[in-house]
T-cell receptor
Framework: NAGVTQTPKFQVLKTGQSMTLQCAQDMNHNSMYWYRQDPGMGLRLIYYSASEGTTDKGEVPNGYNVSRLNKREFSLRLESAAPSQTSVYFC?????????????FGPGTRLTVL | GQQVMQIPQYQHVQEGEDFTTYCNSSTTLSNIQWYKQRPGGHPVFLIQLVKSGEVKKQKRLTFQFGEAKKNSSLHITATQTTDVGTYFCAGLNYGGSQGNLIFGKGTKLSVKP
């Protein structure tokens, strides 16, 4: 099992460019999440998908869109990147069927917007 | 909205010293989870506490959940260099959906050999 995978690992964008961050999990989890992590700010939830076909806004959704393509894949799109979106982005998944319902994180995408 | 506060933000210890990080919520929590993130890595789940007053141990790590289910702590006895990283608490409030896991800002632990 690869767990949660994310692509790309690193990305540099210019202001106004768009891009999609990809996330996939092979654990058959129902729920998937996108977080951003900034120094001193912890992990902030951008969007989540409780199950295939549903998505909901988290704490900081502005400037982002998501697509739950199928049960495995959950993508995050930046339509017009801004320097304030420079961050490390983590995708995570979880399943209420597990004892602890813990979240499994991917390795992250380090994004710089110039 | 709900907030989860974590202190201290940073902690520098000598190897062998103890370490404690504290987590406080503005609302009563259903449960609390703890994660560890190594430098350059991603958060990894450590434990979940559910019951009021619950105490769980993992080798040198002791986790507590307060009686009112609004605070929690992680204590590491005799730190080692392998304990270096950032420790996050994450609370789930009553009635919250999967999306209501609120993370604290973390405590970054450095250990001097």
């Amino acid at each position: 099992n690869a767990g949660v995978t994310q692509t790309p690992k690193f990305q540099v964008l210019k202001t106004g460019q768009s891009m999609t961050l990809q996330c996939a999990q092979d654990m058959n989890h129902n729920s998937m999440y996108w977080y951003r992590q900034d120094p001193g700010m912890g992990l902030r939830l951008i969007y989540y998908s409780a199950s295939e076909g549903t998505t909901d806004k988290g704490e900081v959704p502005n400037g982002y869109n998501v697509s739950r393509l199928n049960k495995r894949e959950f993508s995050l799109r930046l339509e017009s990147a801004a320097p304030s979106q420079t961050s490390v982005y983590f995708c995570a998944s979880s399943d209420r069927g597990r004892i602890y319902n813990e979240q499994f994180f991917g390795p992250g995408t380090r994004l710089t917007v110039l | 909205g709900q907030q989860v506060m974590q202190i201290p933000q940073y902690q520098h210890v000598q190897e062998g010293e103890d370490f404690t990080t504290y987590c406080n919520s503005s609302t009563t929590l259903s449960n609390i989870q703890w994660y560890k993130q190594r430098p350059g890595g991603h958060p990894v789940f450590l434990i979940q506490l559910v019951k009021s007053g619950e105490v769980k141990k993992q080798k040198r790590l002791t986790f507590q959940f307060g009686e009112a289910k609004k605070n929690s702590s992680l204590h590491i006895t005799a730190t080692q260099t392998t304990d270096v990283g950032t420790y996050f608490c994450a609370g789930l409030n009553y009635g919250g959906s999967q999306g209501n896991l609120i993370f604290g800002k973390g405590t970054k632990l450095s250990v001097k050999p």
